[in-house]
């Protein structure tokens, strides 16, 4: 039972250098997310997607990009990284609306990011 | 600025001892979420609770929703090592979920 599959699991990348967080779920949810968790922060919505082929902007949605790639993936770019986007960036995935939904988060494993 | 705040931010007991963590917001929210994390893990939900007021066990821990449906509580009897963690509140929305600042636990043997 894979669940969700993030890649890579560390990363350190210099200022200004380009990086695509992946994110697979193999249990056929069609909700998505993308999240960032700095110390005393909780978790911070990046982006999310509700469905394939849809993404919305969370909370701090400044310096990042992202693409819905089909219903089991889910990709986080940094185009330009900053040292202010060094953090843990967690994807989850959950059924949501209708009346399957059980509204309940999966969440990967997590990246750490640091960028010098 | 957090929709969901959680107290205490820090907490460090001896093992056996009892505890309850907040969670307050001036939001309304369907329903109320509890997840644990462990170091280098990603967060694994608890419990959600729906309906104001209602109170959810969970072997030693009890959750709680607010009568408004804007705050909960969760409360953990005698607490052990195997506690450990960061418990984090999240409120959900339609397709979006509100996560709190969490409260680190440390339970010491």
């Known amino acids: 039972n894979a669940g969700v599959t993030q890649t890579p699991k560390f990363q350190v990348l210099k200022t200004g250098q380009s990086m695509t967080l992946q994110c697979a779920q193999d249990?056929?949810?069609?909700?998505m997310y993308w999240y960032r968790q700095d110390p005393g922060m909780g978790l911070r919505l990046i982006y999310y997607?509700?469905?394939?082929?849809?993404?919305d902007k969370g909370e701090v949605p400044n310096g990042y990009n992202v693409s819905r790639l089909n219903k089991r993936e889910f990709s986080l770019r940094l185009e330009s990284a900053a040292p202010s986007q060094t953090s843990v960036y967690f994807c989850?995935?959950?059924?949501?609306?209708?009346?399957?939904?059980?509204?309940?988060?999966?969440f990967g494993a997590g990246t750490r990011l640091s960028v010098l | 600025t957090q929709l969901l705040e959680q107290s205490p931010q820090f907490l460090s007991i001896q093992e056996g001892e009892n505890l309850t963590v907040y969670c307050n917001s001036s939001?309304?929210?369907?329903?109320l979420q509890w997840y644990r994390q462990e170091p280098g893990e990603g967060p694994v939900l608890l419990v959600t609770?729906?309906?104001?007021?209602e109170v959810k066990k969970l072997k030693r821990l009890t959750f709680q929703f607010g009568d408004a449906r804007k705050d909960s509580s969760l409360h953990i009897t005698a607490a052990q090592p195997g506690d450990t963690g960061l418990y984090l509140c999240?409120?959900?929305?339609?397709?979006?979920?509100?996560f709190g600042s969490g409260t680190k636990l440390n339970v010491k043997p």
């Open positions: 989850a995935s959950s059924l949501t609306g209708g009346k399957r939904a059980k509204n309940i988060q999966y």
């Open positions: 249990m056929n949810h069609n909700s």
């Open positions: 997607s509700a469905s394939e082929g849809t993404t």
């Open positions: 939001s309304v929210f369907s329903s």
């Open positions: 609770v729906v309906t104001g007021g």
């Open positions: 999240a409120g959900v929305g339609f397709n979006k979920f509100y």
